[in-house]
């Protein structure tokens, strides 16, 4: 399945350098010379709060093979780097992911059952999802100055392309007392039961303890805060 081994642990400066290179390596001749795409995790595990954003390490070691009198922008465009936004209405691990922030906020940490990344994994990848879709963006052609102005880019690009879902305007809409802003994607969603799905996220949010709803509802909510944040 053309996958490869990202080594996230390495101990030791020098060893790590030489694991990042070595990757950045692969990727470049992936892509540049056998002409095969490239998807790449941006960290261990996704993120909790419904928040996604680039991290600029990532796109850092992408370009960490590059000649020195290369700057960023040209390496990386050299990479040819494409947003692609998937949203899908129901999160299987939503419950899971609710307690273990709950726990981070009043505990300060969270420790994790046997199996249970496991388990989260099995349910992320066979859990009801409900809508689901795959919006692909345009390829970043800027020459960029440095690895911060490129993510910003691309959150810039997901964002704008993420499907918002009727999960997430209605939990936003119960955290901002029924904001009108959200009637454009409401609109753009077509012929959709409101109610039916209301009931269902008020379905889930009852299966977990009053104190994790807010995190929950917040995690559905978060999406349509990051859209209005980029703009329409």
């Known amino acids: 399945n053309k996958s490869f081994i990202v080594k996230r642990s390495v101990i030791g400066r020098r060893e790590k350098l030489a694991a990042l290179k070595e990757l950045s390596a692969y990727i470049h001749h992936s892509l540049a010379v056998e002409k095969q795409s490239i998807w790449i995790a941006q960290r261990e595990g996704r993120a909790k709060d419904g928040i996604d954003s680039t991290e600029t390490a990532v796109l850092k070691m992408l370009v960490l093979n590059k000649p020195r009198e290369e700057s960023f922008g040209e390496a990386f465009a050299q990479l040819h780097p494409l947003p692609v936004a998937v949203s899908y209405e129901w999160d299987p691990c939503d419950m899971v ?91 753009a969603l ?43």
């Open 97 to 187: 992911k609710a307690r273990e922030l709950y726990a981070l906020q009043t505990e300060g940490s969270y420790e994790k059952a046997e199996h249970e990344d496991i388990e989260s994994i099995y349910q992320g990848i066979v859990g009801e999802k409900g809508h689901i879709e795959v919006a692909f963006g345009e390829e970043l052609t800027e020459p960029f100055v440095d690895a911060d102005e490129a993510a910003e880019a691309i959150d810039r690009q997901i964002y704008r392309n993420y499907r918002l879902q009727a999960s997430h305007l209605i939990a936003y809409e119960q955290l901002h007392d029924g904001n009108p802003s959200t009637g454009q994607w409401k609109q």
């Open 190 to 232: 077509g012929v959709v039961d409101w109610q039916a799905k209301r009931a269902t996220l008020q379905a889930r949010l009852s299966k977990v303890p009053e104190q994790h709803r807010s995190i929950m509802l917040a995690a559905y909510a978060n999406p349509v805060q990051r859209r209005l944040q980029f703009g329409n």
